[in-house]
């Protein structure tokens, strides 16, 4: 099992747009990746209506943590994403 923990860069958290963005992306990852918020609990990183029910804002700390083959490649790429202003992508 891969394991990371991460401040979220986007202005708006994981709502909307970026939770959009987060979601695809974690999708694509060949291992199955979960996401928690310090004291909640793990949702699949890929669904995002899950993401909504996590409230993560701007500055929050999540966790990723995957299973599976590319279990560190997916977390890592999850994570790099996590740390940019997806609010600012085009």
Same mark, same amino acid.
């Given at each position: 099992?891969?394991?990371?923990?991460?401040? =979220?860069?986007?202005?708006?958290?994981?709502?909307?747009?970026?939770?959009?963005?987060?979601?695809?992306?974690?999708?694509?990852?060949?291992? &199955?990746?979960? =996401?928690?918020?310090?004291?909640?609990?793990?949702?699949?990183?890929?669904?995002?209506?899950?993401?909504?029910?996590?409230?993560? *804002?701007? *500055?929050?700390?999540? &966790?990723?943590?995957?299973? *599976?083959? *590319?279990?560190?490649?997916?977390?890592?790429?999850?994570?790099?994403?996590?740390?940019?202003?997806?609010?600012?992508?085009?």
């Amino acid at each position: 099992m891969a394991e990371r923990t991460v401040k =979220i860069a986007s202005a708006s958290g994981l709502h909307a747009r970026p939770a959009g963005i987060f979601a695809q992306a974690a999708g694509e990852q060949s291992a &199955t990746v979960t =996401i928690e918020k310090s004291g909640g609990n793990a949702v699949q990183a890929s669904s995002m209506l899950m993401l909504m029910t996590l409230g993560a *804002g701007h *500055g929050d700390e999540v &966790t990723l943590r995957a299973e *599976g083959d *590319g279990a560190d490649e997916s977390v890592n790429a999850l994570a790099d994403l996590l740390e940019k202003d997806l609010d600012a992508e085009a």
